[in-house]
């Protein structure tokens, strides 16, 4: 088992940036990436970005390209979304997800924390 716990969410006005946090515990040896997700009111969920658990490679969405950065730290076992010029539509509860395998099927999810951009 994995668990994730985000952090960072709040409120902020449109330009304005935040970074969000997810520490994962447990079995993290088994982790192979992990990802950010958001779920917006009368939205799917959708994927935002994603980190290898080893090696270099990145994964964002079109939406994130250019204002979002995906980082982690292996020693901390934390994993960080920093998020700049925000926008309304970035609106949601993001989420971070573990990955065993590269399968595309997210096993462990976190909470969510709220972020709220307002114009």
């Known amino acids: 088992q994995v668990q994730l716990v985000e952090s960072g969410g709040g409120l902020v006005q449109a330009g304005g940036s935040l970074r969000l946090s997810c520490v994962a515990s447990?079995?993290?040896?088994?982790?192979?990436?992990i990802g950010w997700f958001r779920h917006a009111p009368g939205k799917e969920r959708e994927f935002v970005a994603a980190?290898?658990?080893?090696?270099?490679?990145?994964y964002y969405a079109d939406s994130a390209k250019g204002r979002f950065t995906i980082s982690r730290d292996n020693a901390k076992n934390m994993v960080y979304l920093q998020m700049n010029r925000l926008k309304p539509e970035d609106t949601a509860v993001y989420y971070c997800?573990?990955?065993?395998?590269?399968?595309?099927?997210?096993?462990?999810w976190g909470q969510g924390t709220q972020v709220t951009v307002s114009s």
């Open positions: 980190i290898a658990w080893s090696g270099i490679s990145t």
């Open positions: 997800a573990a990955e065993r395998t590269d399968s595309g099927e997210y096993d462990y």
């Open positions: 447990g079995r993290t040896f088994g982790v192979y990436r």
